[in-house]
T-cell receptor
Framework: DTGVSQDPRHKITKRGQNVTFRCDPISEHNRLYWYRQTLGQGPEFLTYFQNEAQLEKSRLLSDRFSAERPKGSFSTLEIQRTEQGDSAMYLC???????????FGPGTRLTVT | GESVGLHLPTLSVQEGDNSIINCAYSNSASDYFIWYKQESGKGPQFIIDIRSNMDKRQGQRVTVLLNKTVKHLSLQIAATQPGDSAVYFCAESRSNAGNMLTFGGGTRLMVKP
């Protein structure tokens, strides 16, 4: 399968714990995007990378959220001190730079209890 | 503020009929538009895209129309099939904003056999 993959697919955690999600983009794509989707809503942009450079991070929801893409391939999204309001689907997408289609992974569904 | 919205939250059609899903956007600087299909528990799936220098683009059984004068986008699905049942999102992006996607709230398409 050469599509975008995400791991884990589901994560249940207790409030206050830290969680980390991984995204593996399509190998030819140097742009990688993170989005969050809550029930009944469209995805909401969080941050994106071009290669290893994080070019936009002002839309990250709070300073508890951070993302990395250290070698310009896979990326991780970390949420520290999780809150119940963080429960959502976290989606990763990749593309070529510019106005091209973004291909989404299956998402990681986070439930904070 | 900037927004991408949809006129109808739910659309119910008979199998074999054509479907039209509408979307409005507010940012005249948007230069790329894209439609996604999302099935329950899955990530958004690319359907078709269109750049702002075009007003129509056709794919297999799908057509996207762009009216920049009234900032309106539509997705037409010909001969709708039960497998088309899903939530459809339109999204817009701007090349001067990293091509991050701004999504609308989605339209649920229900196909009756």
């Amino acid at each position: 399968d050469t599509g975008v993959s995400q791991d884990p697919r589901h994560k249940i955690t207790k409030r206050g714990q830290n969680v980390t999600f991984r995204c593996d983009p399509i190998s030819e794509h140097n742009r990688l995007y993170w989005y969050r989707q809550t029930l009944g809503q469209g995805p909401e942009f969080l941050t994106y990378f071009q290669n290893e450079a994080q070019l936009e991070k002002s839309r990250l929801l709070s300073d508890r959220f951070s993302a990395e893409r250290p070698k310009g391939s896979f990326s991780t999204l970390e949420i520290q001190r999780t809150e119940q309001g963080d429960s959502a689907m976290y989606l990763c997408a990749s593309s070529f730079p510019g106005p091209y289609e973004q291909y989404f992974g299956p998402g990681t569904r986070l439930t904070v209890t | 503020g900037e927004s991408v919205g949809l006129h109808l939250p739910t659309l119910s059609v008979q199998e074999g009929d054509n479907s039209i899903i509408n979307c409005a956007y507010s940012n005249s600087a948007s230069d790329y538009f894209i439609w996604y299909k999302q099935e329950s528990g899955k990530g958004p799936q690319f359907i078709i895209d269109i750049r702002s220098n075009m007003d129509k683009r056709q794919g297999q059984r799908v057509t996207v129309l762009l009216n920049k004068t009234v900032k309106h986008l539509s997705l037409q699905i010909a001969a709708t099939q039960p497998g088309d049942s899903a939530v459809y999102f339109c999204a817009e992006s701007r090349s001067n904003a990293g091509n991050m996607l701004t999504f609308g709230g989605g339209t649920r398409l229900m196909v009756k056999p």
